[in-house]
């Protein structure tokens, strides 16, 4: 959801609740709309219909996250799958390197904080925290973690990994464009695909192997292994379906780039159907450990 407030406001008002939700109306009768308001204690914001907000809320160009009661969240948030978000002293939600209570954390661009993974060469551990003598991995684990974020410039998000329509047995596995794929009307060939040998891979499988080969080489080995949360490492791709009889025809391949507490942060084309590249999407420990994914990793 989305709402662009016009400013922040604090008005003399009576709290009133339907089946809806709650709001505040003013003594002439008027109601908060796209608004602020402040309790002397709280921060609430207000829809454009009205009603009080709560969770998630894309507002201003940054999002938000209101409690249960409305009140505005600021400090950690661990959200129902246990990853945990930090909001600072405006509400604002932090990406990137962030300092609390004198450690540092790194938190992805969808919000969630990094665990038990490589970030810039600094290793995050069960808590998320920077810890400092963990050294004997860092050149390679950084390594990866730099390649992956090259990737992102030249496989830009919500752009679309296709060829459209170009001579199917040519090169184009780096080809990126504007116009998303029309499946159903012109079928797989329309898509791009990575050539390894004589195996070729379509759309979000193509496109995990593509960064695959691009993080270690088309030298490095594959080794398959059945998918285990606790195995899985930033740089493995894995393909997951509904049940083992869905895997060849329903299967859906991601690349890991990120690993949290009870998630994993992935880079995928195919994205809603029409091979849109999508970067920081999240798969649950839970929902993975629901279906079947069998899982390569390179080192």
Same mark, same amino acid.
């Given at each position: ?87 600072? *002293? +405006?509400? /604002?939600?932090? !990406? ?9 954390? #790194?938190?992805? &661009? ?10 810039d060469g600094c290793y995050l551990d069960a808590s998320g925290a920077w810890k400092q003598d963990a050294v004997q991995q860092q050149d390679f684990t950084s390594g990866i973690t730099d390649t992956i974020n090259s990737m992102r ?19 184009? *596995? +780096?080809? /990126?464009?504007? !116009? ?9 060939? #329309?898509?791009? &695909? ?106």
């Amino acid at each position: 959801m989305s709402a662009g407030m016009t400013a922040h406001a604090s008005a003399e008002g009576y709290w009133r609740h339907d089946e809806t939700g709650w709001w505040v109306q003013f003594q002439d009768g008027t109601c908060a709309r796209q608004m602020w308001l402040s309790d002397g204690e709280k921060w609430y914001a207000f829809d454009d219909t009205g009603y009080m907000i709560t969770g998630w809320w894309w507002i201003d160009g940054n999002w938000y996250y209101f409690d249960a009661d409305g009140g505005m969240h600021t400090g950690w948030l661990c959200d129902a799958d246990g990853t945990w978000y930090l909001l600072d *002293s +405006s509400g /604002v939600m932090k !990406t990137g390197w962030q300092e609390s209570s004198g450690a540092w954390y #790194y938190l992805y &661009s969808n919000g969630a904080m990094a665990v038990n993974s490589w970030v810039d060469g600094c290793y995050l551990d069960a808590s998320g925290a920077w810890k400092q003598d963990a050294v004997q991995q860092q050149d390679f684990t950084s390594g990866i973690t730099d390649t992956i974020n090259s990737m992102r410039t030249k496989y830009p998000d919500n752009m679309y990994w296709n060829h459209v329509g170009l001579d199917e047995s040519a090169d184009y *596995s +780096s080809t /990126v464009t504007s !116009t998303p794929c029309n499946h159903a009307l012109n079928g797989l060939m #329309y898509c791009n &695909s990575y050539i390894l040998g004589n195996v070729r891979g379509y759309q979000c499988d193509g496109f995990a192997r593509k960064l695959s080969d691009e993080v270690f080489g088309v030298e490095a080995g594959r080794t398959e292994y059945a998918y285990s949360f606790d195995k899985v490492k930033v740089g493995d791709y894995l393909r997951y379906s509904p049940s083992k009889e869905t895997f060849v025809a329903e299967g859906h391949t991601v690349f890991v780039i990120g690993k949290t507490k009870d998630s994993l942060i992935t880079a995928e084309a195919n994205y809603g159907g029409n091979c849109m590249i999508h970067w920081d999407g999240v798969l649950t420990k839970e929902y993975l450990d629901s279906i079947y994914a069998e899982c390569i990793t390179r080192y």
